[in-house]
């Protein structure tokens, strides 16, 4: 998520960013936010049998990322060279969370 985040604040190529500093703030509340889960998790984890709670949880943590990277950048949307700038940073945003699916699926 960090890396859509920046995308977002500084932009990229000639695509504008909206110069605010949310990186700080997304990773404080990603942390505050997945914490419950991370611990639900494990408290609850089948270690002979793993695979399925940690799909789980990272299916959740995906779903965290995506409601978070929402709220961070919705009240920016007024301008309207930002929507262009919040759909890169989404594009960025999905392709490092699929890079990440394989692990998830049970990948060693």
Known sequence: MYKAIYVFVKGIKDIKGAGVKLQQIAERRYYRDSESTVLNALAKINFENAA?????????????????????V???LNDP????????????????????????????
Request: no cysteine; charged share 35%; glycine share 6%.
């Open 52 to 72: 399925p709670e940690l799909a789980r949880m990272g299916n959740e943590l995906t779903d965290k990322v995506k409601i978070l990277f929402k709220e961070l």
């Open 74 to 76: 919705r009240p920016y």
């Open 81 to 108: 060279e930002l929507v262009r700038t919040m759909a890169v940073a989404r594009r960025t945003l999905n392709k490092h969370l699929r890079a990440l699916k394989p692990q998830q699926d049970g990948g060693d």
